[in-house]
């Protein structure tokens, strides 16, 4: 139990000369990435390896041990090229290990301390040994991220060793309340769970409150498509949350908290628990906290996975046991919010940020991102791209630095076409070439109709139909939408059934023009966000990429050859050799003709499986 932040920084000290004992750190990538890609079982093995050699301390920093330590991480990001394997101190980095590889590793790296070369990153011939020197990590900057992949999640000692809770410590002992709104707004932090609402007025908001009873909750939902910068925070760094969290109490006077996880993250779920209960072992939660006087206690909540629960009503309504929909506002959250109570509501990420802001000040968390943009902005970079993975720009930095620089480029070699970012919750814009140079931050963004949201950015190549992607989108959020209000139950469907008409060749110019119709209506009285922005994938698609919908619906043609109902196959007769091999794998009988003379398709038979394709050996058989 530590009982003042002298205590506290007396113990930080004691854990970090501990950690500096463990002269060689196997650290296993323990995000939910590699988890599925076997690496408990690499971490088993390496720490089995390791035991045999009489060499394995435990993390329990509380006596000082020499030795070799091996850990499960958060995650490290490049998820792509997992199970990650990283090894201090010399910062090697292995990529697709498999168990066994674990017997070379413990031998040649942790016994001899040379490196696997095999399993590090290599690009046109080059070894990149170390994480820093891989370009997918080279242009990053991260601070939010800092601990995740470098530290045992599940151990709060690692977390104080790091300097944690030591900005709860000047928080809850040397500064007041208004002091700390203050100084979080002079430091520009800026909600990064959606519009970028300021995080000092939101939290001055609630201080102001006459009402003596006020809740922090945390909005760990995250259903955005594409999106896990939330989770792999939770999973990886779960005290960071706690801390900000207690920051964010202290300084609106609030004593209890909320963290809202939607249960399809049990990894998450299970890590704040733990996370939780060790704090509360240790003082940092529950009653007089460091000595301070201030009381504060941290619940998590489970959501059922619906989208819906990400807005801020939603969101507090399901916490209270209700259905989860949103209500017209005002009244705002600040003002009545969880129980009907002043409430500060900020996402996982932005809470993230509060330690980074206290222990670094104004100037400190300046330095990176924009002057109306200050900070980093975690990223969750997916799609068409070499490197995909959680990734942390300063804000500011270009789309073509994080899809070329950090992402490697497009795939196969192929043309970049548009990056759909935000979510549908931030819009789900889409950008084009031309947008690649616009920089990453939310005044930048809104400048072109567009936000950041939550920071989901999914990568399209030169394949790519923009109509098909509207339509995916649109069949998210109809699926999403929770019925309350008109627009949003009824427009939402009737948009989709015009968009599934198009992609299946059906659809006409009038359903354009009914689009933009429909569209507007939705997005003007639709009573949450989610409505609000679920005609943006159509808006944004038939901005840049029109000559795409006409093409569907005058030509009756995929330019792309996505969708299926639009395209046919045939046989080049000039090519065909009348060999027979592909009328004998079709499955529907749809290819007929005689040996040694050009064999034709019936269209109306043909299923279009592509097999015969495959199984021409003269290409003479084409997707049209």
């Known amino acids: 139990m530590i009982k003042s932040f002298e205590e506290l920084l007396s113990v930080s000290e004691t854990y970090r000369k501990s950690l500096e004992k463990q002269y060689i750190k ?158 979080v707004s002079e430091a520009g932090l800026r909600g990064r769970g959606g519009g970028g609402f300021p995080t000092g007025k939101k939290w001055e908001q609630v201080l102001n409150q006459k009402e003596p009873v006020k809740y922090v909750v945390c909005n760990g939902d995250e259903g955005d498509p594409g999106a896990f910068m939330d989770r792999s925070i939770m999973e990886g760094d779960p005290h960071k949350i706690i801390e900000g969290m207690m920051i964010a109490g202290f300084a609106t006077g609030a004593n209890n908290g909320y963290i809202y996880v939607r249960a399809e ?119 068409n791209v070499v490197n995909t993975g959680l990734i942390e720009v300063p804000m500011g930095t270009t789309l073509r630095e994080v899809i070329f620089d950090i992402g490697g480029g497009i795939r196969d070699g192929k043309r970049f076409k548009a990056v759909q970012i935000g979510g549908p919750s931030g819009g789900c814009l889409c950008f084009i070439e031309k947008h690649l140079d616009i920089k990453l931050d939310f005044d930048s963004l809104k400048e072109v109709g567009a936000m950041i949201g939550s920071g989901g950015m999914v990568v399209m190549d030169e394949d790519t139909c923009m109509v098909e992607v509207a339509r995916f989108f649109m069949n998210f959020t109809q699926k999403e939408s929770c019925g309350k209000c008109i627009p949003c139950r009824e427009g939402t469907k009737r948009m989709l059934e015009i968009l599934e008409r198009i992609v299946a060749g059906n659809g006409t110019v009038e359903d354009i023009d009914l689009l933009y119709e429909l569209a507007d209506t939705v997005k003007n009285t639709a009573l949450c966000g989610l409505g609000k922005t679920a005609a943006n994938p159509v808006l944004s698609t038939l901005e840049y990429f029109k000559d795409e919908y006409m093409a569907h619906v005058v030509d009756k043609v995929c330019p792309t050859k996505t969708c299926k109902k639009l395209t046919k196959i045939q046989i080049d007769k000039d090519i065909c050799k009348g060999c027979s091999k592909c009328s004998k794998v079709c499955p529907v009988g749809a290819i007929t003709g005689k040996i040694k003379e050009p064999f034709t398709i019936d269209t109306k038979k043909c299923i279009k499986c592509g097999t015969c394709i495959d199984t021409c050996p003269f290409k003479a058989i084409k997707e049209v």
């Open 26 to 183: 196997v650290l296993v990538c323990g995000g939910t990435g590699c988890v599925a890609g076997g690496s408990l079982k690499i971490y088993e093995r390496i720490k089995e390896l390791v035991k045999e050699k009489g060499l394995l301390v435990e993390v329990n920093l509380e006596k000082e041990q020499e030795g070799i330590s091996v850990k499960k991480s958060g995650c490290h990001g490049f998820c792509e090229a997992g199970p990650l394997v990283r090894i201090e101190p010399f910062n090697y980095l292995y990529l697709h290990v498999k168990v066994e590889d674990c017997e070379e590793i413990v031998q040649t790296t942790v016994i001899n301390r040379k490196p696997v070369e095999r399993l590090m990153f290599k690009s046109n011939g080059k070894v990149y040994p170390t994480e820093d020197e891989i370009p997918f990590y080279k242009k990053q900057t991260r601070t939010v991220l800092e601990n995740c992949g470098r530290i045992d999640a599940e151990h709060i000692q690692e977390y104080i060793a790091k300097g944690g809770y030591k900005a709860a410590g000047i928080a809850l002992t040397e500064m007041r309340s208004k002091e700390i709104c203050a100084l």
């Open 265 to 383: 993250y049990p990894m998450a779920i299970e890590r704040l628990s733990i996370a939780i209960e060790q704090a509360k072992d240790y003082g940092l939660l529950g009653k007089n906290i460091l000595g301070s006087n201030f009381n504060f206690d941290i619940h998590i909540n489970q959501g059922a996975g619906a989208f819906v629960c990400g807005e801020g009503s939603a969101l507090t309504a399901s916490i209270q046991g209700e259905r989860g929909m949103p209500r017209v506002k005002p009244p705002r959250t600040v003002e009545q919010g969880l129980w009907a109570k002043p409430t500060v509501l900020n996402n996982v990420e932005t809470f993230a940020n509060v330690p980074i802001v206290i222990n670094e000040g104004i100037d400190g968390y300046r330095k990176y991102g924009t002057e109306t943009s200050p900070g980093t902005k975690a990223f969750a970079l997916t799609g």
